[in-house]
Every structure is written in structure tokens, then in C-alpha cells.
């Protein structure tokens, strides 16, 4: 069994609470999709999450990077996912809060009026 493959087949396993979740190869590494929305990455053994600007702060306090890769023009980055910190995976209760933050980042991405919505219910239930 290659490594992505273990990789994926655990993160899998951590992830079976929030629902179903598959893997998807692409581009020499795996997505991961809830309910058909890409919300992960594992590329060159590591697992990039989907972030938006309510979870991007954690990544960054956590001192994390976006996604990149090197083309023939040079390093490409994608801002839209980031490195999950590697300390997340033996904690299971973080790593699927952030898997869940990862989650509603892709799909506020996918359907910007539905988060609109969701903020402005998450803000009138505080009030």
C-alpha cells in the first residue's frame, strides 16, 4: 500500500463522524469531498484544509502555509487551502473541529449566499 494511501485511509477513519467523506484522486494526490465539495488535499503526504477568512487565522497562528507547487513558470500557490498542522492528527476532537471549519469554508465558497445567511443567523442568535 502506497503512503497516500494510508494516509487517506486514516484521515478517513478520523473523519467518518462528520458524515460521509471520499477521496477522489487528482493530480498525483487525493481531494477530499463532503456531500461533493472538496474541503481537503493531500498532496506529497501532507493534508491541506480548505480555508476561508473565518478560519484562515488559525492556520496562520499555527504558523502554517498555503498549498504550492513548482511548474515550469515556477512555484504556484494556492491560498485556498492550507498545511493542516501535523500535531492535529493525533488529536481527533481538534482535528475534526477543523476538519468541520474546513468544511464550511468550501461550501461558503461554493455558495456565497448561503453563508451570507448562516453569518447573519450565527450573529442574531448571539444577540
Known sequence: MRETDKLTAYLLEMLFPLGHV?????????????????????????????VGDENRPAYEAAGEAPFSYETKKGANT????????????DDTETFQ???????????AAV?????????????????
Open 111 to 127: 455558495n456565497p449566499k448561503r453563508a451570507s445567511r448562516a453569518d447573519a443567523a450565527r450573529h442574531k442568535s448571539v444577540k
Open 22 to 50: 471520499s477521496p477522489r484522486r487528482m493530480f498525483g494526490g487525493v481531494g477530499l469531498f463532503h456531500r461533493g465539495v472538496m474541503f481537503g488535499l493531500i498532496a506529497r503526504e501532507e493534508l491541506y484544509f480548505k
Open 78 to 89: 494556492i491560498h485556498s487551502y492550507w498545511r493542516c498542522p501535523p500535531d492535529l492528527l
Open 97 to 107: 473541529t477543523w476538519a468541520r471549519a474546513a468544511i464550511e469554508a468550501a461550501g
